[in-house]
């Protein structure tokens, strides 16, 4: 029996907030035998958006399993589409009426109101191969936000057209009132600054975070540029503050070698070593060792 929309959705929210490997493959497993996928479902529950997110995981085990349910699932919409198509023109061709078959994209231009439900294939994702208008305001240069924060959405991206731009029409709203409704130069910087980071082919956790809902978009706006960046980024920058904090040595400090110290990597005693308060006054001091025989450091306190 297949997964109703309200139970998928909650299989959605706790694998939201999974961290363990066995959790979040036990939730998959579920959702890969129990889900008939389909482009309403799919769209309705935002499952594959938050699915794929689960690439970004460090367990080999998790990315391919993903990687399968998400090829899976496309496989199974594409036949959809196309034995309806199918139906579409044999149905066409036995009246005669010479009609063609609808187009799955729907633009009512009246209102600058969108139903977008198909996907460019074999090209980038951006608002021009999505077929994806973006006037929404008669302000040009918010209109343009926009489409540059759809396009770093976009990336890489299983969501529909429609739910990339309605992501990215609340992500510029936001800076725009948090910039009191002007278009200045912080509210320029800081959607570039978005802009920037959504893009970034090395960042798919931001992005599939952000549409998922994980992320709001008025929690976005608040992030610092640090916050946003990848996982790969995050720990370049802690390996780089552990490494000027072993650097920060002041004019006084003193290196002393000793063999009191062994290195966890080679074994070796010979060991420098200075000592420096990095945390209150009554705290213990901090040792920073240094392996001379093969350059490992370490600490403690």
Not at 90 to 110: I, L
Not at 220 to 238: D, G, N, R, V
Request: proline share 3%; with cysteine.
């Amino acid at each position: 029996m297949s997964l109703a929309v309200k139970e998928i959705k909650t299989h959605i929210e706790r694998l939201k907030k999974c961290t363990k490997s066995e959790d979040i493959l036990d939730i998959l497993n579920t959702l890969a035998t129990e889900v008939a996928p389909t482009e309403a479902l799919l769209r309705e529950t935002k499952l594959g958006i938050v699915v794929n997110g689960m690439r970004t995981n460090k367990d080999p085990a998790v990315v391919d399993k993903v990687k399968k349910m998400i090829k899976s699932w496309k496989d199974a919409v594409s036949a959809q589409k196309a034995k309806k198509t199918s139906t579409s023109s044999t149905t066409g061709a036995g009246t005669g009426s010479g009609t063609t078959s609808s187009t799955t994209t729907t633009t009512t231009s009246g209102t600058n109101s969108q139903t977008v439900t198909s996907v460019s294939h074999g090209k980038p994702r951006n608002t021009r191969n999505d077929g994806v208008r973006t006037d929404v305001y008669a302000d040009s240069v918010r209109n343009r936000c926009i489409e540059v924060t759809y396009n770093g959405l976009a990336v890489d991206s299983q969501a529909t057209p429609s739910d990339i731009l309605e992501c990215a029409k609340a992500i510029e709203s936001a800076v725009f009132i948090a910039n009191y409704r002007t278009t200045s130069p912080d509210y320029k910087n800081k959607m570039r600054s978005l802009f920037i980071n959504l893009k970034d082919p090395k960042n798919p956790g931001l992005r599939n975070n952000v549409l998922s809902g994980v992320i709001a978009p008025s929690k976005l706006t608040k992030m610092t540029p640090q916050e946003m960046a990848s996982e790969e980024l995050k720990e370049q920058i802690e390996a780089l503050a552990k490494k000027n904090l072993f650097n920060a040595q002041g004019a006084v400090e003193q290196r002393a070698v000793t063999d009191r110290f062994t290195c966890g990597k080679c074994k070796h005693k010979r060991v420098s070593y200075y000592q420096m308060q990095t945390r209150s006054a009554d705290e213990p001091l901090t040792t920073f060792c240094t392996c001379e025989n093969c350059g490992n450091r370490w600490k403690f306190s």
